[in-house]
């Protein structure tokens, strides 16, 4: 299933996800933040999602209401977070986006995402976390668009995963 | 043979203990094969077939229920020609079918099939899977003691390991606890021992945990391990047997502090405790709240939180965890358990990743160390460890305790290394 949007509206929500994708990338954690609702979610499940799993029912790697995205950001902003002092080097290449639905100005799309890393803060070890990616996006009252909820489904989720303190 | 008792004095360590692929190699043998080692609880396969994998040092295991309610605890490797009859985290079975030449084992490992069976001429007997000679639990922690040499699992666990495991399953109105329905592995590059330590470490919190602390400043961490020197009334506590806890208990200001709500807000849990123990055991428990300590050598009771440290390389550890969550009470206790417990642990946790960064730089540091320089003529490679040893105390119930910020927790670990090492 994939929903119909015009050929502009696609590239102004792909254009979307890029720009969230550098911000995530670059650390830019305020604009990154300036980037999503009131209401976000934001979830890592720990292990395969069956569909319609509820994401409360167990435990995972992150399961962020907006508040907890709010002391994530804030944690990530003192600057003594060992975790991610100094910030990892990141890159990540997100393919295969679709719009899944688009109604009433919110758009539910997914994309396939691969996140390079290297986690410069001792290891420095070059760190692999391909997953995909299921975004809502909403229209706000001036009409941009702003990130309602992401869910990153690692491949490698359930299995023993090292330090994972950057925006996934 | 290295001498352990050269390189683990009262007051210092030798860092080629956490690098040494064959000092690594003793401690699989006089720790995780002599030794009892926490395996899982019971209410992980609380019906007939269901099972998990572990390992207990490296070797595999399989923890499943018998259809006579027996846990068993059984190599993880078909007697055959050795291939894993398990490979995935948890499942059902009603008995176990290897998958290269089909012999088939019974819940409690003996070898019941074996396909072709005119060209076989052994006692199928003697090719049931190998087990730990010693499996035994309390309230429903189940440890193993692969080699048969430990003695009982009463003298293992002492008063400390008893104490803490009762206090935790004492939260619940009946009792007993279950587990969250999932581990969560955290991939750590360092020595398996750094684990042990930091988790009972009640120094590093303001330095480690500085970011936690100012992002989320409502946590009952401010109370218990903060503030100057002795600005708080915790314990670092040394039970005797490697069991070491940091005992939160005499900073807690108000009562529930450690699950951060008031009695109101959870006043059916409250009443079913008071129901099940009477007011005042169950007021001392909602007081003092769940143990933050080590039972020897790779269990952590992180509050609600269980964690096992598993030993992967000299190099390289798993620290896995679930949540605790109580028999008893209602679905939305439970999941404030579950919340907490990812706020606190894993790999995209606010405290534990911390962790994790400071034992990879420890690692990056001790790497080189050789055994050979802790007696050079000019030594080399020797650790501290001797915070508030001059200001440890021994309590009336036997307890070695000292400051929260005293090393005394560590020092507790590494005696009983020493004299497990040095059997
Ligand atoms: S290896 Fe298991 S049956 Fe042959
Ligand atoms: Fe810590």
């Known amino acids: 299933m994939s929903a119909a949007v015009s050929e502009a509206e696609r590239r102004e929500l792909e254009a979307f996800l890029f720009l969230e994708a550098r911000l995530a990338d670059t650390s830019r954690y305020a604009e990154w933040e300036a980037l999503v609702t009131d209401d976000m979610s934001y979830w890592v499940p720990a292990g395969p999602v069956q569909p319609g799993a509820d994401p409360a029912a167990g435990l995972s790697y992150i399961n962020d209401n907006r508040a907890r995205l709010a002391t994530r950001i804030r944690q990530l902003q003192t600057g003594k977070r060992h975790a991610q002092t100094p910030v990892s080097r990141l890159a990540r290449s997100l393919s295969n986006i679709e719009v899944l639905a688009a109604t009433d100005g919110e758009y539910t799309l997914c994309a396939t995402q691969v996140v390079y890393e290297v986690a410069t803060q001792a290891s420095a070890r070059l760190q692999l976390w391909p997953g995909r990616v299921t975004y809502r996006l909403r229209r706000a009252e001036d009409g941009s668009l702003r990130m309602a909820a992401k869910t990153v489904e690692l491949v490698t989720a ?11 | 043979m290295t001498n352990y008792g050269d390189l683990v004095g009262g007051d210092r360590v030798h860092a080629s203990l956490y690098a040494d692929e064959s000092v690594f190699a003793d401690e699989l043998d006089r720790i995780f094969t002599r030794g009892w080692v926490f395996v899982g609880h019971d209410s992980e396969v609380a019906e007939a077939g269901q ?17 006579d309610g027996s846990v068993h605890v059984l190599a993880n490797r078909c007697s055959h020609r050795g291939t894993a009859l398990c490979w995935e985290h948890r499942g059902r079975a009603t008995s176990f079918q290897c998958n290269y030449h089909a012999w088939t084992f019974g819940l409690d490992g003996s070898l019941r099939a074996v396909p072709y069976p005119a060209g076989f001429e052994k006692d199928r007997v003697s090719l049931g899977l190998d087990r730990p000679a010693q499996v035994d639990s309390y309230r429903g922690f189940v440890f193993a003691n692969l080699d048969g040499s430990a003695g009982p699992l009463a003298a293992h666990l002492g008063r400390g390991g008893v104490d803490m495991i009762d206090r935790l399953c004492d939260l619940s109105p009946t009792g007993t606890i279950h587990l969250a329905p999932n581990w969560i592995g955290h991939q750590v590059h360092s020595n398996w021992k750094m684990w042990p330590e930091s988790d009972n470490d009640g120094y590093h919190l303001n330095w480690v945990h500085a970011s936690m602390v100012s992002s989320a400043p409502d946590t009952y961490y401010q109370e218990t391990v903060l503030g100057g020197e002795t600005g708080n009334q915790s314990l670092a506590v040394d039970w005797g047997d490697g069991h070491v806890e940091l005992d939160f208990r005499p900073s807690y200001r108000r009562e529930l502090a450690w699950l951060g709500v008031t009695r109101e807000r959870v006043a059916s849990y409250c009443d079913a405790l008071v129901a099940a123990r009477g007011a005042e055991a169950a007021n001392r428990s909602l007081w003092d709240g769940p143990p933050h300590g080590l039972i020897f050598p790779n269990l952590f009771l992180g509050e ?5 440290i598993e030993p992967t390389s000299a190099s390289t550890m798993v620290h896995w965890h ?7 009470v209602d679905e939305a206790f439970n999941r404030r358990i579950l919340r907490q417990s990812e706020a606190a642990m894993g790999p995209a946790a606010f405290i534990v990743p911390d962790d994790a960064a400071t034992a990879e730089r420890m690692q990056l540091a001790v790497d080189g160390v050789q055994p050979g320089w802790a007696s050079a003529a000019d030594p080399r490679g020797w650790i501290d460890m001797s915070r508030g040893l001059g200001r440890e105390r021994t309590e009336p119930d036997g307890r070695k305790a ?7 927790t560590n020092r507790g670990f590494w ?3 020493r004299t497990v090492m040095s059997r």
Not at chain 1, 158 to 168: R, T, Y
Not at chain 2, 304 to 308: D, F, M, T
Request: net charge neutral.
């Open chain 2, 304 to 308: 609600l939180n269980l964690a096992i």
């Open chain 2, 51 to 67: 099972w998990v994998t572990r390992r207990i040092g490296r070797e595999p295991v399989i923890m499943t229920r018998d259809r």
């Open chain 2, 415 to 417: 005696r009983q290394y």
């Open chain 1, 158 to 168: 359930g299995e023993p995963l090292p330090n994972l303190a950057f925006l996934l």
């Open chain 2, 402 to 408: 000292a400051l929260i910020s005293d090393e005394t």
């Open chain 2, 322 to 328: 679930t949540a605790v969550q109580l028999d008893g």
